[in-house]
């Protein structure tokens, strides 16, 4: 709940995604921003750092979770705990890239290159969380120990990821780097993130609670 709560807070409080200069705008533009929200900004890092970094840790114990209930590791298994090992990966080089921009009072040399760098790895990370949430739903959908409709929120979010693969080719406008897609498309992990650590605070169960465990 905490990993959600944080990267949430730190979207809508302290550096809004929304608020960015746009995708065309010059090193100086972007430059100007920075200068005039530091504070903000590396506030908003450090926020979102520690927020993805428990979402390592939630992956992890949901990992643990679906392998128990497949009676060991399979493909699909393997497949969500490398996404979810990629997708935290690349979005913490993101926020780095995002930190060296923000770190020091005076302009750094390139602001656009950094600025489009940490967008870029934000947007790339779309793919390792399409793998890690459509395995996710694989696997709760055939009989999983957590309830079908987290399964159903990771479907959507597997299917939304895949349009942020858009920004890798649209230059201006909503599908862009530093366009909105960039703040929407990830609120359905947010969600999927919520609605998975409620289930297992109330501890819902799925179709696999009271089938016979296989052994590995």
């Known amino acids: 709940m905490v990993g959600f709560a944080l990267p949430?807070?730190?979207?809508?409080?302290?550096?809004?995604v929304w608020d960015f200069p746009a995708t065309d705008s010059s090193a100086e533009s972007i430059s100007a921003y920075v200068r005039d929200h530091l504070d903000e900004l590396r506030a908003g890092v450090l926020v979102n750092s520690i927020g993805v970094t428990l979402w390592g840790v939630f992956g992890a114990g949901i990992w643990l979770r679906l392998r128990r209930a497949e009676g060991g590791e399979t493909l699909w298994s393997?497949?969500?705990?490398?996404?979810?090992?990629?997708l935290v990966t690349l979005l913490l080089a993101g926020f780095t890239a995002f930190l060296v921009l923000a770190y020091r009072e005076a302009p750094v040399s390139d602001a656009r290159l950094l600025y489009d760098l940490a967008f870029?790895?934000?947007?790339?990370?779309?793919?390792?969380?399409?793998?890690?949430?459509?395995?996710?739903?694989?696997?709760?959908?055939?009989?999983?120990?957590?309830?079908?409709?987290?399964?159903?929120?990771?479907?959507v979010g597997a299917a939304a990821h895949l349009l942020l693969l858009l920004s890798f080719v649209v230059g201006s406008g909503?599908?862009?780097?530093?366009?909105?897609?960039?703040?929407?498309?990830?609120?359905?992990?947010?969600?999927?993130?919520?609605?998975?650590?409620?289930?297992?605070?109330?501890?819902d169960e799925g179709g696999n609670a009271n089938r016979p465990r296989q052994t590995a």
């Open 8 to 16: 949430g807070l730190a979207a809508i409080f302290l550096a809004p």
């Open 78 to 86: 393997a497949c969500f705990i490398a996404g979810v090992i990629s």
């Open 120 to 155: 870029g790895l934000l947007a790339m990370s779309a793919l390792p969380t399409a793998v890690a949430l459509g395995a996710y739903a694989r696997l709760t959908f055939k009989g999983g120990d957590l309830p079908t409709w987290t399964a159903a929120l990771a479907a």
């Open 174 to 203: 909503f599908f862009s780097l530093e366009g909105d897609v960039i703040a929407v498309i990830p609120a359905t992990l947010f969600f999927w993130v919520l609605g998975t650590g409620v289930a297992l605070l109330r501890g």
